[in-house]
């Protein structure tokens, strides 16, 4: 009975990822006209220029970084700032478009855990030295 059990989750396993495999296959055959645009609109706002660096992943899995030199209709430009070697890459082999760095709200949530450290730590100083009672004594 056991033996029988363990057989058929086997079974169930494999046919189960199987499946996932064939899934994942057919919704990574491309970039869809609404994730182009999002990528372009990425690249547009990020500008260009050797401030404009950024972290590309590309659909067949390739990393590349740098920064934006050129941005065009249907690609960009995309320099090594090492090596200064460029690569001209399509709006529709790249799967995400990333700048260096931290975000604006990791800033914020930075500052704001400063703030609240610091204001605690003047906090538990001032009522260290705190006695209600001590002008009544």
């Given at each position: 009975m056991l033996r029988k059990s363990l057989s058929?989750?086997?079974?169930?396993?494999?046919?189960l990822f199987t499946n996932l495999q064939l899934i994942n296959a057919?919704?990574?055959t491309g970039n869809n006209a609404a994730t182009v645009e999002k990528i372009k609109?990425?690249?547009t706002k990020r500008g260009t220029g050797e401030k404009a660096r950024v972290n590309v992943?590309?659909?067949n899995g390739t990393k590349m970084k740098g920064f934006i030199s050129q941005a065009?209709?249907?690609?960009?430009?995309?320099?090594?700032?090492?090596?200064r070697q460029t690569s001209t890459l399509d709006y529709s082999d790249v799967a995400?478009?990333?700048?260096t760095g931290l975000s604006?709200?990791?800033k914020i949530l930075i500052?704001?855990?400063?703030?609240?450290?610091?204001?605690?730590?003047?906090?538990?100083?001032?009522?260290?030295?705190?006695?209600?009672?001590?002008?009544l004594r």
């Open positions: 058929m989750a086997l079974l169930g396993l494999t046919l057919q919704t990574n609109a990425n690249v992943k590309m659909l065009a209709d249907d690609s960009f430009t995309l320099t090594d700032s090492k090596t995400q478009v990333k700048g604006t709200t990791s500052g704001v855990g400063v703030g609240v450290a610091v204001t605690a730590v003047v906090l538990a100083v001032a009522f260290r030295n705190f006695d209600p009672l001590g002008s």
